[in-house]
């Protein structure tokens, strides 16, 4: 884990694969149904991309959560599907919801545990709650980045629109 520490299994990482697969299940979930259905079968990346982004990024996500590695460090894991999830039509509580169930997840699979599990999950929903406080200053930095997008794409247009004009007036005038 390179913090020094014995690498030992807890109940949780235990389970990481079954974690990590109902948690891509719930992910998937938050798209219409049509999309869900392409999302969950195709497997290509250069087809799918946005299937792919979660699934690497959850699963990436999920080690370092579990893992020793800072809140921080995964950052660079969470923003491409905090990007992607910008852009596409979802509020910004739905957006980010991605990470809370996550946490809906880990509690299941603790009641499964038992006793056993309650303190790491407690230890999990703290960084859980971190990481999300990340999100929402990516996802409002993605934000303002695509409204000075269209702000300057519908001041280029607006540009072209006068020279168009201003260039049809010339060409009456000389006429």
């Known amino acids: 884990m390179g913090n020094g520490l ?4 807890t109940p949780l990482t235990a389970r990481k694969d079954a974690l990590l697969a109902a948690w891509l299940t719930r992910t998937l979930e ?3 149904a049509e ?14 991309p946005v299937g792919h ?3 690497e990024g959850l699963a990436s996500l999920l080690d370092g959560l579990l893992g020793a590695r800072d809140v921080m460090d995964l950052v660079s894991v969470l923003e491409p599907m905090v990007r992607l999830r910008a852009v596409q039509d979802f509020s910004p509580n739905q957006a980010l919801s991605f990470l809370f169930l996550l946490k809906d997840v880990a509690r299941e699979e603790a009641a499964r545990l038992g006793e056993s599990a309650c303190e790491e999950t407690e230890r999990l929903e703290k ?5 999300a406080l990340t999100a929402f200053d990516l996802y409002m930095k ?10 300057n794409a519908a001041r280029r247009s607006l540009f072209v629109q006068l020279h168009r004009q201003k260039a049809s007036g010339r060409m009456k005038d000389e006429a």
């Open 6 to 9: 014995p690498n030992r299994e």
């Open 30 to 32: 938050t798209y219409p």
């Open 35 to 48: 999309s869900r259905d392409f999302l969950v079968r195709e497997k290509d990346s250069f087809r799918n």
């Open 53 to 55: 982004t979660l699934r």
């Open 127 to 131: 960084r859980i709650d971190r990481l």
């Open 142 to 151: 993605c934000r303002e980045e695509m409204s000075t997008i269209q702000i």
